[in-house]
């Protein structure tokens, strides 16, 4: 039996995958940036997801169990380690370019 799903294309299946592996931690993920505004963390998060990166949004409140309190560096912006390198370049230039 085969199934004919053409609104299911292979890059849709690809793509689950990688979300499964990233759901089950089995993705290394290396922190590319960091900065002590959340807002400008998210600005910059959903910049890296336009541009087909997968960051990892979790973690931008501060330290947990105590809302509002930052690590003296800030909070970073994670992603996978096969994307770092190129992610990073695309992230210090939009953070560059937003504090002009």
């Given at each position: 039996?085969?199934?004919d799903l053409?609104?299911l ?5 690809l ?5 499964d592996?990233?759901v089950q ?9 960091t900065?002590?505004?959340?807002g400008?963390l998210?600005?910059?998060v959903?910049?890296?997801k336009a541009?087909g990166?997968h960051p990892?949004?979790?973690g ?7 809302p509002?309190?930052?690590?003296p ?12 390198s190129?992610?990073?370049?695309l992230?210090?230039?939009l953070?560059e370019?937003?504090?002009?």
């Open positions: 039996m085969v199934l053409p609104h294309s292979a890059g849709y299946f793509c689950t995958l990688y979300q592996a990233l931690g089995m993705v290394n993920f290396e922190t590319i940036l900065h002590r505004d959340s400008i998210r600005i910059l959903v910049a890296l541009h990166f990892l949004e979790d931008f409140e501060g330290i947990p169990g105590y509002g309190v930052m690590p560096k800030g909070v970073g912006i994670q992603v996978p380690v096969h994307e770092a190129d992610a990073k370049l992230a210090e230039a953070l370019e937003m504090s002009r």
